[in-house]
Structures are given as structure tokens and as C-alpha cells.
Nanobody
Framework: QVQLVESGGGLVQPGGSLRLSCAAS????????MHWYRQAPGKQRELFAH???????NYADSVKGRFTISRDNTKNTVSLQMNSLKPQHTSVYYC?????????????WGQGNQVTVHS
């Protein structure tokens, strides 16, 4: 059984930093893409950071220069470094990972991690 476990959320003051991590465990052959989504209260879940198996990254304009996505293929983890946080970054953050359990790639979600930016 495949599982994604997120860690690292919490409360931070404006201008502060947080680092989120998402670890995949269980039986699978390989990991393809890894994404970070966020969902603010009353809004739809949105994709804002993406990293390929080769390490290429892509970001939504709203987080460019402020957030950094990275992955460690030896540990099956994806991380998100968030700097200069603002109250509008308050959301539940989710990792989404495509794993190859058999011949097909399947998308899996982490449990979600609350990030609150408040003074």
C-alpha cells in the first residue's frame, strides 16, 4: 500500500519561512512528477509548483522567487521551501505524486498540512 505523509506545517509570522516535506512509502517502482497544491478557505485547490523526475521545475507566478520545490529521489521525498511568507499564503498545502505501482502511473495525495501566516 502506498502512502504519502506530509510534515512541516504550522504557524509562522509574516516574513518568516517554513519548509514542508512529503515522503512516499510502500510498494512502487518509480516516481514520476511531484506537485504541490494549496487550498485556501472557500477557494479551489490550485497547483503552484511542479518538479519532474529529472528535476525540472515550474511555478505559478504568485510564488516565483519566494517558494522552491525540490526532491530527493533516494529518499522518495519532495520538499517545499517557503520564504517571505505573507498572510495570503495561509492555506492547506497538499503534495501530489505520480507513482508507478505497476505499468500505470497513479496519482496519490498527501493528507494536507495547514500553514497559517499570522502575526
Amino acid at each position: 500500500q502506498v502512502q504519502l505523509v506530509e510534515s512541516g506545517g504550522g504557524l509562522v509570522q509574516p516574513g518568516g519561512s517554513l519548509r514542508l516535506s512529503c515522503a512516499a512509502s510502500g510498494r512502487f517502482f518509480s516516481i514520476s512528477y511531484m506537485h504541490w497544491y494549496r487550498q485556501a478557505p472557500g477557494k479551489q485547490r490550485e497547483l503552484f509548483a511542479h518538479i519532474t523526475s529529472g528535476g525540472s521545475t515550474n511555478y505559478a507566478d504568485s510564488v516565483k522567487g519566494r517558494f522552491t520545490i525540490s526532491r530527493d529521489n533516494t529518499k522518495n521525498t519532495v520538499s517545499l521551501q517557503m520564504n517571505s511568507l505573507k498572510p495570503q499564503h495561509t492555506s492547506v498545502y497538499y503534495c501530489n505524486v505520480q507513482l508507478f505501482v505497476g505499468s500505470d502511473g497513479l496519482g496519490y495525495w498527501g493528507q494536507g498540512n495547514q500553514v497559517t501566516v499570522h502575526s
